[in-house]
């Protein structure tokens, strides 16, 4: 668990620090251009999942992450076992998902600020959620993978 523990640390502590400089630095709703017409910091507060989703569903997304954090440590023997590139997967999504947990329990919702004008508001929480996410659906699809293959040359 030690992975798991100290990788979701970083991610937590990067997440709410770079949040926390967010909110130092500008007003809720204002936008500082970084690259014209790509990419600014646009500080807003998501009341919601991503995408906007769940708007004002604050306990039902606080019940869903303690759940999971719940889980993890129920399941933490059998997570160890994992390969480390899993382990790793779920320390980010982990990590996302206690950042954002953080900001619901203080705000009610979610800081976000990085805008790149096609795609929502997001947060380095949530970066590491979908990356996280990501590496666990890749490990599993390889190890289906290797699994089917193994079968069929037997």
């Not at 798991?4 to 130092?24: E, N, S, Y």
């Not at 929502?120 to 089917?148: C, H, S, Y």
Request: glycine share 10%.
């Amino acid at each position: 668990m030690g992975l798991i523990c100290w990788t979701a640390l970083v991610v937590l502590i990067l997440d709410q620090g770079t949040k926390m400089l967010i909110q130092k630095s500008l007003e809720q709703f204002q936008t500082v251009p970084v690259i014209p017409g790509i990419f600014s910091f646009h500080y807003i507060v998501n009341y919601g999942a991503a995408f906007g989703i769940l708007r004002h569903q604050t306990a039902l997304l606080v019940g869903l992450t303690l759940l999971v954090l719940v889980a993890t440590v129920r399941y933490r023997k059998e997570i160890a076992r994992q390969p480390k590139f899993l382990r790793w997967g779920l320390a980010l999504g982990l990590g996302g998902a206690l950042g954002n947990l953080l900001d619901r329990l203080r705000l009610g919702g979610v800081v976000d600020f990085l805008d790149f004008h096609f795609w929502p508001v997001f947060n380095l929480a949530d970066v590491a959620i979908v990356v996280g996410v990501g590496i666990i659906v890749m490990v599993t699809l390889r190890r289906e993978w290797q699994e089917k293959r193994k079968r069929g040359m037997e």
